[in-house]
């Protein structure tokens, strides 16, 4: 099944991959080869089934896609964007002008130097737990995006590299890769966008995305799954923290049939910090699952996690927060909290903060909740007159609000409030903007 499941795929992959990433594609396709798709009996897979998989999957088409006609909407944040469709380069709906301090190198264009300097870094954020399907990626991995900061550079505006799937005949892949190089002392902000446009057949989305910050770096990294109720998303984000560096991230997923993501924050050099926010709100029958990993290897460093989720209908959820805490790593302080709010007797949830620590010397807290909404709260406003749905839609939105400041680019902030009141006011039957 391993073979079959992408053959096609990875058949056009090796096809069509520049020279110099061959042997790096080979590499992959062993890799994935040789493992076996995880079950239900696979610990880190215990309550997500990959059932919904298709048994074979096509290469999608670079076929143009109209995006207004197909309903997406590209939101302007005041920087430069690129944009990807069916995970090939759309020139007409990207910025050809990037700010100072920012080259942006396709891997199908790359030169020699920059292919050079491309694999140097890919792959050095992922670490020796490879999962397996950073395997799969880098087996099918005919192009990607290689996005380099200069050293002291300050971009202002955030650049916002968008992810569009969808109206294609049959099932079919996207194999998603970005690499982030944050030069020392740089400061930037990148906004991931995943979207999809109305489609009857399944897509699947296996992404990676590596985040180096070298000493100093500050990175806003923003990682929005919207995609279609339909679409299939399992993706990772890896990052690697040097000295004194800064990586404030916030990840938002609307439900679809499955949503996978798994982060990896490993901080490599003393003074790192990291802060971790985000928000999963499936309803139906949809189903997410964040899995996250905190690795602090060196003294004196920081993090702080916070994730909420909203779980409404027939719908389930995962989270798993992991803190891991080396022998060297001395002087650490770090959090994690996790809330959930069930709005239906049939939501669930799994909810599982862990901490390992090596280190006698740490300040370490976690905890988690799941909850429903507060009778008591409802009752007050009903009492003034709010209708139950309306105030249903209130408490909802005042349980995620906390996290949605955390949000540090004010267009992408107001861009989130107003997507999440319309959607909680849709779901309510609610008419009007409730925020």
């Known amino acids: 099944m391993m073979t079959d499941f992408m053959r096609q795929p990875l058949d056009s992959a090796a096809a069509s991959a520049p020279p110099w990433l061959r042997d790096y594609l080979s590499a992959g396709r062993r890799r994935w080869e040789a493992g076996t ?4 009996k696979t610990e880190q897979w215990k309550y997500t089934g990959l059932q919904a998989l298709q048994p074979s999957y096509t290469t999608a088409s670079d076929g143009a896609i109209e995006l207004a006609d197909a309903g997406v909407e590209l939101p302007a944040y005041g920087g430069f964007r690129v944009v990807f469709i069916n995970g090939h380069f759309s020139a007409q709906h990207s910025d050809s002008r990037l700010p100072d301090g920012v080259s942006l190198v396709r891997f199908a264009d790359a030169d020699e130097t920059q292919a050079a300097r491309i694999l140097s870094h890919l792959g050095t954020a992922v670490g020796q737990d490879e999962p397996l399907f950073t395997a799969l990626n880098d087996a099918a991995l005919a192009d990607g995006v290689f996005l380099d900061v200069a050293p002291r550079a300050v971009v202002k505006q955030p650049l916002h590299v968008v992810w569009v799937s969808g109206n294609q005949a049959d099932a079919f892949s996207i194999n998603q890769r970005l690499l982030l190089l944050c030069g020392e002392s740089s400061k930037v902000s990148l906004i991931e966008h995943f979207t999809g446009a109305r489609s009857e057949q399944q897509s699947f989305t296996n992404g990676v995305t590596e985040l180096l910050l070298e000493a100093g770096a500050t990175l806003c990294h923003y990682r929005l799954n919207l995609e279609e109720a339909a679409a299939l998303h399992i993706g990772r984000v890896h990052a690697r923290l040097g000295a004194d ?3 404030n991230s916030f990840y938002l997923g609307l439900g679809s049939v499955l949503k996978r993501v798994d982060v990896v924050v490993d901080h490599c050099g003393q003074g790192a ?3 971790l926010n985000g928000i999963y709100l499936p309803r139906g029958d949809e189903h997410v699952d964040y899995h996250t990993c905190i690795e602090h290897r060196v003294p004196h460093c920081t993090s702080s996690e916070t994730f909420r989720g909203i779980i409404g209908d027939s719908a389930t959820a995962v989270f798993n927060g992991r803190i891991h805490i080396h022998r060297d790593a001395q002087k650490t302080r770090a ?9 239906s007797v049939q939501a669930e949830v799994n909810t599982k903060p862990e901490l390992e620590i090596y280190a006698d010397d740490v300040q370490c807290a976690h905890g988690a909740t799941v909850a429903q909404l507060d009778e008591m709260s409802l009752h007050y406003l009903r009492t003034r007159g709010v209708a139950r749905a309306e105030a249903q839609v209130m ?8 996290v949605i400041d955390t949000v540090r680019c004010e267009s992408l902030r107001e861009f989130l409030r107003d997507l999440l009141s319309l959607r909680f006011a849709r779901d309510s039957a609610l008419v009007g903007n409730v925020a």
């Open 395 to 402: 408490l909802s939105f005042g349980f995620i609000n906390e």
């Open 245 to 247: 560096s800064t990586l």
């Open 335 to 343: 959090e994690l909290s996790n809330r959930n709010l069930l709005t």
């Open 37 to 40: 798709l995880p079950t239900r």
């Open 273 to 275: 910090h990291s802060e």
